[in-house]
């Protein structure tokens, strides 16, 4: 083991847990770096200096030494449990860090959270860089997808680091500066909420398959290793085909059985909801996300439902006509899913807009080719897309989504008649499809919204045939009156 006094590092981590040990590991296997490592608990760091003696770290005991061990400007990644930890280690820092050094929180943070901490660290003359994560500890330890906001002149220093561990996808780093302050945190966010989304819309596919089309798990898992090699090629695609082929070795049965049915979650969905209302944007994919989990995890009120009657004549999937089915879900999946990834960038481009962000989508599509759990085939055609029109107003009216939704769009809503007769539940393939149409009517029900609003509360209308603010008087004669302002 080297310790402080022996070397100096050009990057540390603090926080040993999964992911900042294997973050640490990951740098340390890279040219050039040499890793100063630092976990509250001693123990903890001595555990991981002893088991991977091949990474050369720098152990430190106390802060001082860390501060001590890392060459100018000094450079840590903190690894803690996102929130006070996050707090606590960042105040510690600031007292032993000097003014360029600089601080990177590659923790789960709210963008609101590294909007705070940035200001405030920026006051001393430290700089400070949120940076949202992705990979899991297997991504952590091999190449995770790296989105770090903060200063340019931290990106200066911090860049060719990041870029030498970050995934690589077709000979690019997954890594981009997105933008400042919370900029990273944020786009790590709406990852992890498209994530939420690209989950549920399988769950459903596999939903079908084994209640409308009475497909077995390991039956299913060959339909999905099938799909992984079209258009649909992604990781989540790939871990469901071996979720689904899994035997539990205590029961003999299906894994998938013996799993209790209540969906956890850490919140980042719940935030990319909550966030998204703020900006008034609708993702309404990712919100059934978070809701069919919420409602998993209510057993008592389950339990209390569970006698409620379902279709009398649910329709049945004819084995000759199993192979169209299973088509016609492929393509429901395909168009939810760009739906999902839709609402995901208008996300971003409200997020950029209202914290003033320059952020490039095309280059948020590239960074999530590898390395993150929504690495997928398809981000190469949002980021073309991107390329080809840098301001695109929504992006399934993009060349070549509007041409995938054309083809799959008929299929999509023979599933969700299906689904719905069936009475399988399929909240975000009926909820993007409802999007869909919403998005491309010439004519929305707004206008009797508009009136109903005016007529209780007067909150006045606009018209289509000329400018201006109007009200009906309703209680009145229903003369219409122009409003001159005050509104
Ligand atoms: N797990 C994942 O797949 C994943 C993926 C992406 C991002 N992340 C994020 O990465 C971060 C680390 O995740 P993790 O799962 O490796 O660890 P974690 O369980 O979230 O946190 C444990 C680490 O935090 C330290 N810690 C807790 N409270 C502290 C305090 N008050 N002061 C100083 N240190 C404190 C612990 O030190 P002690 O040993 O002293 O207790 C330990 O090193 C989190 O923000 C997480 O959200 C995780």
Redesign the pocket.
């Known amino acids: 083991m080297s310790t402080a006094s022996e070397a100096k590092a050009n990057i540390g981590v ?8 294997n973050l640490a590991r990951n740098l340390a296997s890279r040219e050039g770096n040499k890793v100063a490592v630092y ?3 001693w123990s ?1 760091t001595e555990e991981v200096v002893e088991a991977h003696p091949e990474a050369g770290f720098i152990a430190a005991k106390t802060i001082e030494e860390f501060a001590q061990s890392l060459s100018t400007p000094r450079t840590a990644i903190i ?4 929130g ?3 707090d ?2 960042i105040d510690q820092l600031v007292e032993v860090f000097e003014p360029g050094d600089i601080i990177v929180d ?4 709210l963008f609101t959270d590294t909007i705070r901490r940035e200001k405030a660290v920026r006051e001393t003359g430290i700089n400070f860089v949120g940076a949202g ?5 297997e ?2 330890l091999n190449g995770p997808s790296i989105m770090p906001g903060g200063s340019e002149e931290a990106w200066h220093t911090l860049g060719p680091i990041l870029k030498s561990i970050a995934a690589v996808a077709e000979g690019e780093p997954c890594v981009t500066h997105v933008g400042t302050d919370g900029a990273g945190h944020f786009v790590k966010m709406i990852h992890n909420g498209i994530e939420y989304a690209d989950m549920q819309l399988i769950a459903e596919a596999y939903d079908l398959l084994r209640k409308a089309a009475g497909m077995t798990p390991a039956e299913i898992a060959g339909v999905f290793e099938e799909w992984n090699k079209g258009e649909l090629e992604s990781y989540l695609i790939e871990i469901t085909a071996e979720v689904l082929r899994q035997v539990d070795a205590a029961t003999g049965k299906p894994f998938i059985d013996i799993v209790l049915d209540q969906a956890g979650s ?1 919140g980042t969905g719940v935030w990319t909801v909550q966030t998204s209302l703020d900006l008034g944007v609708p993702v309404s994919g990712i919100a059934e996300a978070v809701f069919a989990r919420s409602l998993s995890a209510h057993p008592r009120q389950r339990a209390a439902a569970s006698d409620l009657p379902g279709p009398s004549a649910p329709p049945a999937v004819s084995s000759s006509d199993r192979d169209a089915f299973i088509e016609d879900v492929r393509q429901a999946l395909y168009a939810s899913k760009i739906i999902a990834y839709s609402q995901g960038f208008d996300a971003i481009i409200a997020g950029a807009e209202e914290y003033g962000w320059d952020i490039k989508k095309g280059d948020i599509a590239k960074i999530w080719r590898a390395g993150c759990i929504i690495r997928a085939q398809f981000l190469n055609r949002i980021a073309e897309s991107y390329a080809e029109h840098p301001d695109l107003e929504v992006l399934v009216a993009a060349p070549y989504f509007a041409e995938a939704v054309s083809r799959t769009q008929e299929a999509w809503r023979r599933v969700v008649i299906h689904a719905v007769a069936a009475g399988v539940p399929t909240p975000a393939f009926s909820s993007s499809l409802a999007y869909y149409d919403g998005l491309r009517a010439e004519r929305l029900p707004a206008a009797l919204v508009q009136g109903q609003r005016d007529f209780f509360g007067a909150h006045t209308y606009k018209r289509v045939d000329r400018d201006g603010t109007f009200h009906t008087l309703w209680s009145g004669d229903r003369s219409e009156v122009e409003e001159t302002g005050s509104h």
């Open positions: 603090v926080g040993l847990a999964v992911m900042g040990s976990n509250r608990t903890r690894m803690v449990k996102a006070k930890a996050t606590a280690v590659g923790g789960n943070a994560i992705s990979g899991g500890e991504g952590a850490k």
